[in-house]
């Protein structure tokens, strides 16, 4: 029988000055990290034990000095992560930015995280578990699937609790489950965050809001495919065989369809911009690429969503890429938790 696919990354045994940039560089993949000083980051470690099951969900458990994390509108451009991380605090606790105002994670809460959203969070040291699941597996259970970001669910409620027990019993068997075992447990979990969330485990989007969740993610997929084309909403309606009426409703909560387009553009622009492979390209024909009409009228709309430019965005990528070959060989366990992130729950 095949063991669960597992990962652990710690700066435990690094030297102390290599840790900072070590886990920088590594949890780059979510966050932008800061220390409250380099002499905490010096003494002490951050370790992430991930657990991944049947290429869909991701079990883990982080344990870290105090910290600030952030992630702003640009790094959920470039990256595209479209998943919700369930967490709860075993020790320690993180004050949330919500708005103008700031809510306390602490022992026994729930915090969901999305990534398709901004995040900006204050930790103390502190032990974490999580459960990463990609929105595509969630949402279509959810009442409000697009209105769970930095919500913080009491320890008080019968259902946190319920939903925390699960989490800690999980995280403490799953390193000694099979593939096979592990995958049993993916559908009850998916169907026990999406029941507390909605707030009853009995309750789960019916028929018709079934239906139109689908014809959404049909929608969106027919918009990706055409990005770099003409998108207008008469071929968007003949591909789905809906009325505008039915295609306007859909994209109300994301600002309409020709703003969730040109959000997309601006996404896919901003990645192939802050690449490898991209930075050889002139700013101009990237924004022919993904349909803009100038590369004037990119900026402004790149400037408007990123508060920087196409050239102040490509230029900040190419100042913060951690080369020296130290950190790439740094003794650090593995980091293959990142490439799941990345690659394995974005399938």
Same mark, same amino acid.
């Given at each position: 029988m095949n063991s669960i696919k597992k990962s652990f990354f710690t700066t435990r045994h690094l030297r102390p000055d290599l840790r900072l940039n070590v886990w920088r560089e590594s949890?780059?993949?979510?966050?932008?990290?800061?220390?409250?000083?380099?002499?905490?980051? @010096?003494?002490?470690?951050?370790?992430?034990?991930?657990?991944?099951?049947?290429?869909?969900?991701?079990?883990?458990?982080?344990?870290?000095?105090? *910290?600030?994390? #952030?992630?702003?509108?640009?790094?959920?451009?470039?990256? $595209?992560?479209?998943?919700?991380?369930? *967490?709860?605090?075993?020790?320690? *606790? *993180?004050?949330?930015?919500?708005?103008?105002?700031?809510?306390?994670?602490?022992?026994?809460?729930?915090?969901?995280?999305?990534?398709?959203?901004?995040?900006?969070?204050?930790a103390t040291d502190s032990t974490q578990r999580s459960i990463v699941i990609p929105r595509r597996l969630l949402a279509p259970h959810l009442n409000d699937p697009d209105n769970q970001a930095k919500r913080l669910l009491k320890g008080g409620s019968a259902l946190t609790r319920l939903l925390v027990n699960h989490m800690t019993g999980i995280f403490n068997l799953i390193g000694d489950m099979t593939e096979a075992e592990a995958a049993h447990v993916v559908q009850p979990t998916i169907l026990l965050v999406a029941g507390v969330l909605n707030g009853s485990l009995a309750q789960v989007t019916d028929g018709g809001s079934a239906a139109n969740a689908s014809l959404l993610v049909q929608a969106?997929? @027919?918009? #990706?495919?055409?990005?770099?084309?003409a998108v207008t909403v008469d071929k968007l309606c003949a591909a789905l065989n809906c009325s505008r009426a039915t295609l306007y409703r859909l994209f109300e909560p994301e600002g309409g369809v020709r703003a969730y387009i040109q959000e997309r553009r601006l996404r896919r622009s901003a990645q192939e911009l802050l690449s490898t492979?991209? $930075?050889?390209?002139?700013i101009c024909d990237v924004a022919y690429t993904w349909g803009f009409v100038s590369e004037a009228h990119y900026s402004r709309a790149f400037r408007l969503r990123f508060d920087m430019t196409p050239r102040e965005a490509r230029q900040s990528w190419l100042e913060t890429r951690i080369i020296e070959e130290d950190l790439a060989q740094a003794d650090v366990g593995d980091r293959t938790y990142e490439q799941w992130l990345a690659q394995n729950l974005c399938l």
């Open positions: 949890i780059n993949t979510l966050f932008d990290v800061t220390p409250p000083s380099k002499n905490i980051c @010096e003494k002490g470690h951050n370790t992430v034990a991930g657990y991944l099951v049947n290429d869909q969900i991701m079990f883990s458990g982080c344990s870290t000095h105090a *910290q600030r994390f #952030e992630r702003k509108s640009l790094k959920i451009a470039s990256d $595209s992560m479209d998943h919700y991380a369930i *967490q709860t605090h075993v020790s320690g *606790q *993180q004050d949330v930015r919500v708005g103008s105002k700031t809510a306390t994670c602490k022992v026994g809460d729930v915090l969901i995280v999305d990534f398709a959203d901004t995040y900006e969070a204050t969106k997929s @027919e918009i #990706e495919k055409n990005l770099k084309r492979a991209g $930075s050889g390209k002139r």
